[in-house]
């Protein structure tokens, strides 16, 4: 745990106090790293399963195994606790209107559980019920009946177990989920040649995936699908969509050299028109879907800068600026590159609907400063620890509601909100920043405040929102809301049954 620099906890303790340090590596990326060593790791993307007949049947099983991971010196076998013996798990692949089936099997030695985020399902048993504990030895089958209009894009899916998530999470156990859906019957979208990028940071030590707790950010790499700066070929001309995932607790801008990123969809919600961007910013837990299309051949870097330019509040959490990928373009410069789609697919603007109430919450945190002590460090809402056997918040099933989120501490939190994406209609109570899309994971700024509206449509039942710093969430930052069908009123506030306490926890 000790003696490989600063764990995650001084790392915390020391980000808010210091001004450099490791975080600070330049004003835009680290040109050492840059350099690379060794040959570029090949393109990896894992697995697919695709639904058939509507139906995607199919198990992931959890367990210990060795599986290629790449490091700065090569990709090397790894030990760690992954889906299906590979990093990341298999992309699973449906269409809107599929039932979702996985036989989920806990050959690990702790517990775990499953969350389809960012999937528009009910919250219940056997859906997306993170509650759900699955012991080691055990088996769960769940099932989730995706809508027929639900939204087309990129989600994931990923270990949900309180307290233990972050280091899960960390430790491999994500994977990539597309829905297929209206996006991808326009025309200009429908049949592109697709790549993943699912980014995530790793620190291995003997072999073995760190545990996130004792990782700190200036020892760990980011990867795209498991590998360290691999290569993507192209062709001049070619149009590709590329699937963003930031699977990390980290706070990624991504740039690709030379070439706008023409943003389609966030978080799988999609946007009213293409936009071109030249930087993107991923907050943990949320996804692009972009399309990119390169005219000249060459070699571009896929980039994540530095958040130093933001101020000194976005220093947490934000890693090593470096090269994620390298894109190799052949070919002979087409005559003309196939037009993009221009218009997408309309809004349903939350700006201008009644609103049936405003709710306010307010975000905290306590990080015993130089005590190494991880218990110490404790993150709030509305001055809660997370207690699963308490609902903190009810809402009558139909509703639409405004929710400000007030930030008083020095770093971004990112809100994350089971099963119904919202809208952002201001930062810091600057209306003129609204989005023109939904999302399901939004940044907070440090010492300011986000407002989202949002509609409780299709799905009783209890699900949880919270920081997508796992680390945060895991200790504390996250509480239940309940959905109820108005006729039948709310039900107890008070769980019974419910022994995830935050307090009697440990594992
Ligand atoms: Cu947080």
Redesign the pocket.
């Known amino acids: 745990m000790s003696g490989r620099g600063l764990s995650r906890r001084e790392l915390l303790a020391r980000s808010g106090a210091f001004a450099g340090g490791a975080l600070l590596l330049g004003s835009g990326w680290n040109p050492a790293r840059a350099l690379g060593q060794g040959a570029a790791p090949e393109w990896f993307e894992p697995p697919h399963v695709t639904s058939v007949g509507g139906v995607l049947s199919t198990q992931l099983r959890v367990a210990e195994g060795s599986v290629p991971i790449g490091t700065a010196a090569g990709t090397l076998p790894t030990r760690a606790v992954v889906y299906e013996n590979t990093y990341p798990g298999p992309t699973l692949d449906i269409h809107a209107g599929d039932t979702l089936k996985v036989d989920f099997i806990n050959r690990a030695p702790k517990q775990t559980n499953l969350h389809t985020h960012g999937l528009h399902v009910s919250p219940k048993k056997p859906s997306d019920d993170v509650l759900l504990m699955i012991d080691p030895g055990h088996s769960f089958h769940y099932r989730y009946d995706v809508p027929d209009d639900h939204p087309g894009g990129t989600l994931w899916y990923h270990a949900h177990r309180h307290m233990l998530t972050d280091n899960q999470v960390f430790g491999g156990m994500f994977g990539l989920l597309i829905v297929r859906g209206e996006l991808d019957r326009i025309e200009g979208i429908a049949g592109l040649p697709e790549r993943q990028f699912q980014f995530s940071q790793m620190e291995v030590v003997d072999g073995q995936v760190a545990d996130a707790s004792s990782s700190s950010l200036s020892d760990q790499v980011t990867l795209v699908n498991g590998r360290y700066q691999p290569t993507l070929q192209m062709t001049t001309g070619q149009t590709q969509r590329w699937r963003l995932s930031n699977t990390s607790s980290v706070f990624l801008r991504v740039e690709l050299q030379g070439h706008p990123l023409h943003v389609i969809a966030v978080d799988g919600n999609a946007l009213p028109q293409t936009e071109a961007h030249d930087l993107i910013e991923i907050a943990p837990g949320s996804r692009f879907d972009v399309l990119v299309q390169p005219e000249a051949a060459g070699t571009f870097e896929l980039r994540s800068l530095s958040w130093k330019s933001l101020g000194v509040f976005y220093e947490s959490m934000v890693p090593v600026p470096q090269v994620l990928a390298q894109i190799s373009v052949t070919g002979d410069p087409p005559t003309a590159p196939a037009p993009l789609p221009t218009t997408l697919l309309p809004l349903h603007d939350l700006r201008h609907v009644h609103v049936d109430r405003r709710r306010t919450f307010r975000l905290e945190e306590r990080e015993p400063r130089g005590t190494g002590d991880e218990a110490g460090f404790e993150?709030f809402i509305n001055g809660r620890l997370f207690d699963a056997s308490y609902i903190n918040t009810q809402v009558p099933l139909g509703a639409t509601e405004e929710w400000e989120f007030r930030n008083l501490t020095y770093e971004p939190?990112p809100l994350h909100i089971h099963v119904n994406p919202f809208q952002v209609v201001a930062i810091n109570g600057d209306r003129s920043r609204a989005e023109n899309h939904y999302r399901d994971t939004a940044l907070i700024p440090p010492f300011g405040s986000l407002t989202i509206r949002h509609r409780f449509l299709d799905y009783t039942g209890i699900f949880v929102m919270h920081?997508h710093?796992l680390f945060?969430e895991d200790h504390g930052?996250m509480e239940l809301i309940e959905v109820y069908d108005p006729k039948k009123g709310p039900g107890p506030r008070r769980l019974p049954g419910m022994a995830m306490d935050h307090d009697h926890m440990g594992m």
């Open positions: 993150y939190h920081c710093i945060h930052m």
